[in-house]
């Protein structure tokens, strides 16, 4: 079994909400983006994040990245405290961790030739000289499916697609261990999706790669992920494997998610059961943060928090009667 590469203990994220003006401003309560994460992923594996829009995955991304500052809890990678580490100590993990964004649209420099942007990462951490960077640039346009003389060309003149491939060249070109993978396929048309998927799953093969895939959509998550956490509202509500979430849910929230996901069937007619928004992550609700849209809610689910409990190998969630 692979080793744990990268363990998150107790991650929070809080932003403060300010009241008054520049000099008198105070702080009136807080927005608890990511609250009290933890979980492991090990090398080699895929860990899907999924849940509803505004339920901290991309905070918790950017967190991980070292983007933002935490506001409390540990981010170890093989074994080392992250938020110890200040400047230019980071320069080593910054190497080891990459990024492809959602829109291969905003992410690349309309400015800049391919050979400059996929060049930029080698040069920047002067991993080698500019001719031996633009020589490694052919070669990962080659290995993400693109032509070598594509590098003189500019991003407008790439489709959607090709300019996911691009940025999943950049991401490679410093040989990382982690990619964080922030909804890569959304903003792609249906029929590119499977080959950028396809593609991802083929170069964490071959380079051992671990992925953070952030999704709504949990048909695509079952596909790539090896294993999958819940988020709602800054928590995480239950982790397991791809095997076990998808055959047997043991958290309501995550029950709801799978039942709205739609089949190719006309006949199939599902019941969902999920109804009503998100509450506002500036005042969650006490106790279970699902609770008011919960079908199964009891009232020790309106006045305790429930902790995060193992009710199988691998298999972890927060719910007062799973």
């Known amino acids: ?105 905003r992410s690349l420099n309309p400015r800049k030739k391919v050979k400059q942007i996929i060049a930029e990462p ?15 640039v052919q070669e ?34 410093l040989e990382p261990k982690i990619i964080v993978l922030d909804e890569p396929v959304s903003a792609l048309d249906v029929s590119i999706r499977a080959q950028i998927l396809n593609l991802l799953i083929k170069l964490q093969k071959k380079f051992n790669l671990t992925y953070i895939f952030i999704a709504h959509d949990l048909a695509v998550v079952e596909h790539i992920s090896t294993h999958v956490g819940v988020m709602y509202l800054g928590k995480l509500v239950e982790t397991a494997s791809k095997e076990n979430i998808y055959s047997n849910p043991a958290h309501p929230y995550t029950r709801a998610l799978l039942q709205a996901v739609p089949v190719a069937d006309p006949k199939v007619i599902k019941e969902i059961s999920l109804e009503g928004e998100v509450p506002s992550a500036l005042n969650p609700p006490p106790g ?33 009667f799973a």
């Open 140 to 173: 990962l346009l080659e290995t993400v499916g693109l032509r070598p003389y594509q590098a003189e060309l500019y991003p407008h003149e790439f489709s959607g697609g090709q300019r996911q491939r691009i940025t999943i060249a950049r991401a490679l070109s």
């Open 288 to 320: 279970c943060r699902f609770h008011t849209r919960c079908t199964e809610s009891k009232t020790i689910c309106t006045r305790e928090e429930p902790v995060m409990k193992t009710i199988a190998e691998g298999h972890h969630v927060a719910c007062h």
């Open 1 to 105: 079994m692979n080793e744990t590469l990268l363990e998150i203990r107790n991650l929070k994220k809080y932003y403060p909400v300010t009241r008054g003006g520049v000099i008198m401003s105070r702080v009136i309560a807080h927005v608890k983006a990511v609250d009290d994460v933890s979980l492991n992923i090990r090398e080699g594996a895929t860990f899907g994040l999924v849940g509803e829009s505004g339920c901290g995955k991309s905070t918790f991304s950017r967190l991980v990245l070292r983007l933002e500052e935490p506001t409390a809890g540990q981010i170890l990678f093989q074994s080392e405290n992250l938020l110890e580490l200040k400047g230019k100590d980071l320069l080593p993990y910054r190497r080891h961790c990459q990024v492809v964004f959602q829109d291969p649209f």
């Open 122 to 136: 080698l040069l920047v951490h002067r991993v080698c000289s500019k001719k031996e960077a633009f020589d490694r």
